[in-house]
């Protein structure tokens, strides 16, 4: 392969491209190592992941004292008035039982406290919190979210999807220094895992206030970019709430700010998730007869800004992980498509975790493209089958290869800081479906070859976001990002053997090590 400034020039055999080489090339052997194209995720909330890894870390906790040594280590360090924040907690590693302020309120009375769970669609506040933001008793409900309460009606703490915007609105937000080192901070983790490209779903959830993504816009990626300081590149979506600004900015400047920075489009929400019993299914949960999720947004409002924006041109990704929210989701665009005239729009429905019968086969005939997380599945097969049976479980949920053998095209991504940035290990897990203490896999007729995971992460992922252009291959022409991996052979990855990344480059030019 040869590179001349920061794109592919040539590719062939040995021989053919010697005739590349003069005075000042620099001739690279990776001594039969395998170079495979700059893996892209396909959604990620990047300033939060960097924000987020200098919080408090709850992702490793198993049991309810861990999570309160947790919060107390974080307070050492603390003044009074100051916030904790962090989150990543699972309930379901420790048995299922839900945190509640009475866990931490004794440790902290003089510290407001916000810890999200690892989906980012619920929270656990504690008491000072709750006071702070006015929540009590008499409090109502938000629309398309729940104040969780005991027996006496009392809150006990836990906020669901968009009733948490009555904390997240409070919270101050992190300075533009703050928000600066976390892109950094986020980036330098991005390379060390072969990542050169994010799609960025930003800050934003529902309930809360648009303004986050457009300020990380204005004082993050606009400052790295004029600064010299990207060190990946980024795909950026923004509120569908926002999609005439994004439209005005578009017709400015186009779908490339830089080399760096792309304007993907716009993102809305149908519903929740599984772990906060929130994603909308046409049945109740098994834990909860009377619950069958929640639909975060009003239909026709949300049909009436995907007709906008698309006839726009801009790019809609809606977030649906619920059979009934991916169905709902799917008759939209259906409807969109009949009213609106546009040659290649690209519709993504982010995560698309469980599907009725039938419902995989419409992703290939509308031309949707399935953006899913492969490491979701490692935490979802403990508690889906509790949550919403066995039945519907096995029958319904990340049906990868179901997808692929009805011609949709899957993008693979990790939902960072919800799930670590890894491709290796999301690529593993699409192949065996092996979650963690078992022997065999979830779903085995959902497993997907090498190549199709490999294309998932890289020539798909670029394809669903109209980067195929610019990225996702090593072909002549494309901006030179690749990968240079520990390994000559597949083949024992394969086996199970684990592979790493020796070396990342972005246009040319070695980012990691």
């Not at 403990?382 to 899957?410: M, P, T, W």
């Amino acid at each position: 392969m040869a590179v001349r400034d920061d794109r592919i020039v040539g590719i062939g055999s040995y021989a053919s491209i010697q005739g590349f080489v003069g005075r000042g090339t620099r001739v690279l052997d990776v001594g039969g190592k395998i170079v495979v194209p700059g893996f892209i995720d396909s959604h990620v909330h990047l300033i939060s992941g960097g924000l987020q890894m200098a919080r408090v870390a709850l992702r490793s906790v198993r049991s309810r004292d861990e999570f309160i040594r947790k919060v107390k280590e974080a307070l050492k360090d603390a003044q009074k008035g100051d916030w904790i924040l962090g989150g990543g907690w699972n309930n379901d590693v420790w048995g299922g039982d839900l945190p509640v302020a009475c866990w931490i309120d004794d440790i902290t009375p003089n510290n407001p406290v916000w810890l999200s769970r690892m989906d980012g669609h619920m929270g656990l506040a504690n008491s000072l919190t709750l006071k702070m933001a006015g929540i009590s008793n008499d409090t109502d409900d938000p629309v398309g979210g729940t104040i969780m309460r005991n027996v006496d009606g009392e809150p006990t703490g836990l906020l669901v999807d968009s009733a948490m915007k009555l904390v997240l609105s409070i919270i101050p937000d992190s300075s533009v220094q703050e928000r600066r080192n976390a892109l950094m901070r986020a980036s330098k983790h991005a390379l060390m895992r072969g990542v050169t490209t994010v799609i960025d779903f930003g800050r934003y959830f529902p309930g809360t206030s648009v303004d986050p993504v457009w300020q990380d816009l204005a004082d993050v990626y606009k400052w790295a970019d004029s600064t010299g300081k990207m060190l990946i590149r980024a795909c950026l979506f923004f509120p569908v709430e926002t999609w005439s600004r994004l439209a005005d900015l578009f017709q400015e400047s186009g779908k490339a700010l830089s080399q760096w920075i792309y304007l993907g489009g716009v993102k809305a929400f149908a519903d929740g998730s599984l772990g906060s019993n929130s994603a909308l299914f046409y049945e109740p949960y098994l834990d909860e007869p009377q619950n069958y999720g929640l639909k975060v947004m009003d239909l026709d409002l949300l049909l009436n800004m995907t007709l906008l924006a698309d006839k726009s041109g801009l790019q809609v990704a809606i977030h649906a992980i619920g059979d009934k929210a991916n169905d709902l989701v799917l008759d939209l665009f259906d409807t969109v498509v009949r009213l609106n005239t546009m040659p290649d729009r690209r519709f993504r429905i982010e995560h698309a975790q469980h599907l009725v019968s039938g419902a995989a086969a419409r992703f290939g005939q509308q031309k949707i493209i399935a953006s899913v997380q492969p490491e979701h599945l490692l935490d979802d097969a403990h508690s889906a089958e509790k949550k919403i049976g066995v039945d519907r479980a096995c029958a319904g949920s990340y049906l990868f290869q179901s997808l692929l053998n009805n011609n949709a095209k899957i993008a693979f991504g990790s939902d960072w800081p919800v799930v670590d940035i890894n491709p290796l290990g999301g690529i593993r897990t699409a192949m065996f479906r092996i979650p963690p203490g078992w022997t065999s896999a979830w779903i085995p007729s959902e497993r997907v070859v090498l190549n199709d995971a490999l294309n998932a992460y890289t020539i798909s992922a670029a394809y669903a976001s109209f980067l195929d252009d610019d990225l996702g291959s090593l072909s002549f022409g494309k901006l030179a990002d690749f990968v240079i991996l520990s390994t000559d052979s597949w083949d024992g990855f394969e086996n199970g053997v684990p592979i790493s990344v020796l070396a990342t480059y972005v246009g040319g030019q070695q980012a990691y090590p």
